[in-house]
């Protein structure tokens, strides 16, 4: 998988300089070559929005593929208007997406801050989706259920 860099503002996750690894791949703008896509089938279609990208770059990295950012190759996608309007349906849908991408592959206690996050907005248990596909993690995929927005940062620890 392969992501173009988002430009005014680029996701914050990191990747490597030199050989572009990544630990997942954003939706916002990439490639997906043939293999991978056969080897995953895509995107999983029960994923609600948002996750779903970090969803796929997990199943591809697990059938041994690589993420990669293409610092060369660059997408316009603006979204600074967001710092400047009430956006608690993205910010639910997003809390929503986090805690299935949790539920899926395994990890619960990351779920259940997700959870928790959604019941103080106010979230109903039966408003939750049902996970309809499990994954296992390898080792190296489960210690990013503990790093914010699953990923290493370019800008913090």
């Not at 392969?2 to 690894?21: L, R, V």
């Not at 779920?111 to 979230?123: C, D, T, V, Y």
């Amino acid at each position: 998988l392969s992501e173009a860099i988002t430009a005014p503002i680029c996701h914050p996750k990191y990747y490597d300089p030199i050989t572009g690894d990544t630990e997942w791949v954003s939706g916002a703008a990439f490639l997906i070559s043939r293999a991978i896509y056969e080897a995953t089938g895509g995107f999983d279609p029960e994923f609600p929005l948002y996750g779903e990208d970090i969803d796929l770059s997990f199943r591809a990295r697990k059938a041994g593929f690589r993420c990669a950012v293409s610092s060369r190759s660059v997408f316009y996608h603006d979204i600074t208007h967001r710092i400047y309007i009430d956006d608690t349906s993205r910010r639910r849908a997003a809390l929503i997406g986090n805690w299935y991408l949790c539920e899926k592959w395994g990890q619960r206690e990351a779920a259940s801050r997700f959870k928790e996050e959604l019941m103080r907005l106010g979230l109903d248990d039966a408003e939750l989706p049902k996970v309809a596909t499990r994954e296992e993690p390898t080792p190296e995929l489960v210690d990013l259920f503990s790093r914010p927005r699953f990923a290493s940062s370019r800008f913090w620890e």
